[in-house]
């Protein structure tokens, strides 16, 4: 990741350069070209407590996978009803693409999708409905010294949007136990994200 | 939108207030900044045969929704096998989330997924395993004059990555005839969708 002092050594290049052969650019903040302002502003915190991020801001971050836990399959209540579209924060995203690792601060939500169908032209199967639920995990060392991994896990309920208001981070045996025995990679469940293990540089 | 004019005056203030103020901003290509090379790069024809895009190219696109049509729901052979991933390219879903229309060269990517098992720590049901397919729908008023509405369908086979090297638009009937009188929005599955819907502007 380019620093701040070469990110500015590089503006100035890059500035000189679209002046000189007048090329079409648009400039934007630097935070946001890398993605650093989308994690920042999905994590709204007033003190310990995380606030519900703007409805909708995470579905353009880049998607994970959708693990599927229909009621249907589960005597009726599945524990995550029922669908899960999992994003991470674009920065996070760019760094794990170059690393293999999630950085500090990475942020990754995980949307609930209620099964809305199961036959379709394409045939049987489970077809999305209605949003059912957010959570979000977030990783800092600075915020959870003590947690397995420093990841937190925040739930804005199984309710349809707008969601609960506010989430406090779950006890750790709520949800850091069994990521931590069961999930692949750094209690991340990649096993289940395609999407996440293209994105690892090779050999990592 | 802006124009090509009052993009490069936006610029030029743009580089004159970054100068003056010292803030820290990079300059991208203005087509990057609103997604338009992100279509055409993954549009490349020879006539009209359309190459396979640089693999995975598409996976931090706008991300719509994943249906699901297992092979053990469709007596061992589903049509397309299995999770369906769907995506739009970035400008695209800009202009819908606008307008609510698919604007002319509209790229539609579905990348399928087997299913990796049906058991986890989150309960039963379909958990994704490795990339099965690629196919691309693309809006061309130009390129589809006579398509209903304008159009194409693209398969470069249900097989692993890196899937067949190049596709030839599918004839009407395969593809078109079905998304005409099924699909909810301009030929788009929406119904299944909910990241589209979502992105819709209120009223449209």
Not at 5 to 28: C, K, P
Not at 67 to 85: I, R
Not at 147 to 164: D, I, L, T
Request: contains cysteine; proline residues 7%.
């Amino acid at each position: 990741m380019l620093n701040r002092v070469s990110m500015r050594s590089l503006s100035a290049f890059m500035i000189a350069a679209a002046v000189a052969t007048g090329a079409l650019f648009v400039l934007v903040p630097a935070d946001d070209a890398v993605g650093q302002d989308a994690a920042a502003a999905v994590l709204q915190f007033d003190g310990d407590t995380l606030n519900r991020p703007v409805l909708g801001s995470w579905r353009t971050w880049p998607f994970l996978g959708t693990p599927l836990t229909p009621h249907d399959m589960n005597k009726g209540k599945a524990p995550f009803p029922e669908f899960h579209h999992v994003y991470i924060d674009p920065a996070s995203h760019a760094h794990y693409s170059q690393t293999g690792k999630f950085r500090e601060g990475t942020v990754i939500v995980k949307e609930l999708v209620l099964v809305g169908g199961k036959k379709a032209s394409s045939g049987r199967g489970y077809f999305e409905g209605d949003y059912s639920g957010l959570e979000i995990a977030h990783k800092s060392a600075k915020r959870y010294p003590k947690e397995p991994g420093n990841w937190a896990y925040y739930s804005f309920g199984h309710v349809p949007p707008p969601y609960s208001a506010t989430a406090k981070a779950q006890a750790t045996e709520s949800c850091a136990t069994c990521h931590e025995s069961l999930a692949d990679d750094d209690m991340v469940f990649a096993q289940y994200y395609p999407n996440l293990r293209a994105a690892r540089p090779a050999g990592k």
